[in-house]
């Protein structure tokens, strides 16, 4: 049974799924899995016809405590600052809608049907004031489960929550220290964090109305309780034994005394057996996914293997991408054959835009033909362009060099090593190529001629690849051939004969 199915076989009543991200930076592929896999969840519920809503939070009330090489400059002076206030790198509206916007692409391109909401305007919102005013009143019970879990005795003194500064506007350096049930007392810290330096103003406010914010692990837990969440799942970065989705779990049962959501920690995609990351160049952006895949297959890739494998992703000089072409094809004829419950099903649930059939060519096939001149007029009457385009990224960025292959303007040095028997071969061939220009003939020409003149077509066929392309192998040869220039083909035979 596909892993979703199996999930969700015995569950009942009305579901509400959760998921969120913080919008601070650039979404490496990775980081698309977590809101396919809750809208995969959402799509097989609402198949079951259960009553269920996809909520997806941007926490942009979290302060900035890192920046990439291209703004240190400019926004040294925000770290500490949340991310919905401080100022986009382009100049138009804020921090976090400059990367949020770019998530609310993806969003739209791999049709993730979430309802988004800004965390920021929640806590402005008061939405969280209930709960913020309930994690006060329960500091003790909050501290304990800190202290169980990390095996190390809190301060009588801390408080689950910052606000923000009014003096200088950050909020990862203030501390609280108090709470009289009314108002906070707190102080901006000029060395609680490294990345940030607070002011040193100290004072008394309310927390609630967007004030300030609870720390992650009691705000993941007070959304659960406050938006009554069913489902959310966490990537293996938070779910680690003892980390931060195990510390909410604890205080959403423990604190809140809910149920915590359904459990579903999932894996990362893996480089070279690296954790993927935008921030230090390992793997690949969503962006650069989505320009040698389609949206589909995007989805496709993120649900194919259980969400609680890691799947290890180097496509640079290896045939992983082609091999994703296959895998895809072959899921949509087992959804149509059904005969691969898990396949069939990856594929139904990767549809962006109703069920796509994709094209039958193999992509190996089609990054050949992308590279031959004259194959244009074919892949456009064939209607293949759609998969052209990424066959065209594909080769220039990640093929192996075997695979690439260009037709050699100058005859290639090569062929000094080929042996007076092919080179015989190749001047027959003039004879036999003057008219026929059909690709599948000249494939049979081929043959027969080296048949015929007792030569291996593995040799045969080798002679033709040295002579056009300077290698001894390549694509199809009555393809390759059909590509070219009858003269040109000509001249070349000629020269490579003597
Ligand atoms: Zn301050």
Redesign the pocket.
């Known amino acids: 049974m596909f892993w979703a199915d199996e999930l969700l076989k015995n569950r009942k009543g009305k579901e509400l799924i959760n998921d969120a991200w913080t919008p601070s930076g650039m979404v490496h592929m990775g980081g698309v899995k977590g809101p396919v896999i809750h809208d995969v969840i959402y799509k097989v519920l609402k198949q079951k016809k259960t009553n269920v809503k996809y909520t997806f939070g941007f926490d942009d009330f979290d302060p900035i405590d890192g920046l990439p090489p291209n703004l240190q400059k400019s926004h040294q002076k925000y770290l500490g600052v949340p991310i919905s206030i401080a100022p986009s790198p382009d100049g138009s509206g804020s921090f976090g809608d400059y990367f949020g916007d770019k998530m609310l692409k993806l969003f739209s391109e791999l049709n993730i049907e979430a309802e988004i909401y800004k965390t920021s305007q929640e806590y402005k919102k008061g939405i969280y004031d209930k709960a913020i005013k309930f994690v006060l009143d329960n500091v003790d019970k909050i501290r304990k489960v800190y202290e169980e879990i990390n095996q190390k005795k809190m301060f009588p003194t801390w408080f689950p929550f910052q606000v923000i500064?009014p003096?200088?506007g950050?909020l990862g350096?203030?501390r609280v220290t108090a709470w009289d049930g009314k108002e906070v007392t707190f102080i901006?810290e000029p060395q609680m964090v490294t990345w940030a330096k607070?002011?040193?103003?100290k004072g008394k406010m309310s927390p609630l109305g967007g004030n300030g914010k609870m720390p992650f692990k009691v705000e993941w837990a007070a959304k659960w309780w406050t938006y009554g969440v069913t489902i959310e799942g966490a990537g293996k970065d938070h779910a680690s034994a003892g980390g931060t989705y195990d510390v909410a779990r604890k205080i959403c049962k423990d604190v809140f005394r809910k149920e915590p959501p359904l459990k579903l920690p999932y894996e990362h995609f893996l480089s070279g057996g690296k954790k993927m990351a935008s921030s230090k160049g390992v793997g690949l952006s969503a962006e650069e996914l989505l320009e040698v895949i389609p949206s589909q297959m995007v989805r496709f890739l993120m649900i194919k293997t259980k969400p609680n494998q890691a799947v290890e992703f180097s496509p640079k000089g290896t045939d992983l991408f082609p091999k994703l072409y296959d895998e895809y094809q072959k899921a949509e004829r087992a959804y149509v054959e059904k005969s691969d419950d898990n396949l069939a099903r990856a594929f139904e649930l990767s549809q962006t835009d109703g069920i796509k059939v994709p094209i039958s060519i193999r992509f190996t096939v089609l990054s050949q033909w992308v590279q031959m001149p004259n194959m244009e007029e074919v892949i456009k009457r064939e209607g293949l362009e759609n998969w052209a385009k990424y066959a065209r990224v594909w080769v220039q960025k990640y093929a192996p060099d075997e695979e690439k292959f260009q037709i050699q303007k100058e005859l290639p040095k090569k062929t000094d090593e080929l042996s007076q028997k092919q080179k015989d071969f190749l001047g027959q061939l003039i004879k036999e190529l003057k008219t026929e220009t059909n690709p599948e003939e000249i494939q049979t020409i081929v043959y027969n001629l080296a048949k015929e003149m007792k030569l291996s077509s593995k040799d045969a066929f080798a002679a033709i690849y040295v002579a056009f392309i300077g290698k001894d192998h390549g694509p199809k040869a009555g393809w390759l051939l059909s590509s070219l220039e009858k003269e040109f083909i000509i001249k070349r035979l000629n020269e490579a004969s003597k």
């Open positions: 500064c003096k200088c950050k350096t203030t901006c607070g002011c040193g103003t």
